[in-house]
């Protein structure tokens, strides 16, 4: 089974602090995701990475930052934390293997960030 | 960029009958829909999907039917039962870059 591990379920935050949050899938995927939740909004896309190195930006990037040094772990940066960004934070995987349609997203269970 | 619509917001239906969400989206070159179901206190997970070289799909009480030309795609459920009960997401995607794109999502209540 793929396994996708956020490394903090829960997080509180100071606005104005830098956080990181860290995502690592075990099954050699090259694509990886950070999505965020929040009610009556739905899963919106941050950043993607189809590459070690490789970044492009989702449909809400502002505010946010990402890293993918190794190919397992994709992290999240936000520079400085607002109350704006409290909210659900998904990261995800899926193989594309280069050629391949696009194919399934394996989430992780989520990191809860409250901005205080 | 893309942009997929999702209704209804919320869905009750009595147990035992069907239950029918419906997507649409904006980018003509889409060509991968897949449906993701998410129980409260877990995460998304992937139900059903349908490329464009096909019109439907079926998968024991689920199906998914595809209409390109209208930019529309529908998951029926049928036989409802309590485990039904999720939030539903319809994405769309193209192979150009493998980023997947969301709905807003249906809460399915299924009533006893």
């Known amino acids: 089974d793929v396994k996708v591990t956020q490394s903090s379920r829960y997080l509180v935050k100071r606005t104005g602090e830098k956080v990181f949050l860290e995502c690592v899938q075990d099954m050699d995927h090259e694509n990886m995701f950070w999505y965020r939740q929040d009610p009556g909004l739905g899963l919106r896309l941050i950043y993607f990475s189809y590459d070690v190195k490789m970044k492009e930006k989702g449909d809400i990037p502002e505010g946010y930052s990402v890293s993918r040094e190794k190919k397992e772990r994709f992290s999240l940066i936000l520079e400085s934390a607002s109350t704006n960004q409290t909210s659900m934070y998904l990261c995800?995987?899926?193989?594309?293997?280069?050629?391949?349609?696009?194919?399934?997203?394996?989430f992780g269970e989520g990191s809860r960030l409250t901005v205080l | 960029g893309e942009n997929v619509e999702q209704h209804p917001s919320t869905l009750s239906v009595q147990e035992g009958d069907s239950a029918v969400i419906k997507c649409t989206y904006s980018d003509s070159a889409s060509n991968y829909f897949p449906w993701y179901k998410q129980e409260l206190g877990k995460r998304p997970q992937l139900i059903i999907d349908?490329?464009?070289?096909?019109g439907e799909k079926k998968d024991q009480r689920i199906a998914v039917t595809l209409n390109k030309t209208a930019k529309h795609f529908s998951l029926h459920i049928t036989e409802t039962q309590p485990e039904d009960s999720a939030v539903y997401f319809c994405a769309a995607s193209d192979n150009r870059d493998d980023k997947i794109i969301f709905g807003k999502g249906t809460r399915l209540h299924i009533l006893p």
């Open positions: 349908i490329r464009s070289n096909v």
């Open positions: 995800a995987s899926s193989l594309g293997t280069s050629g391949i349609l696009t194919g399934e997203l394996f």
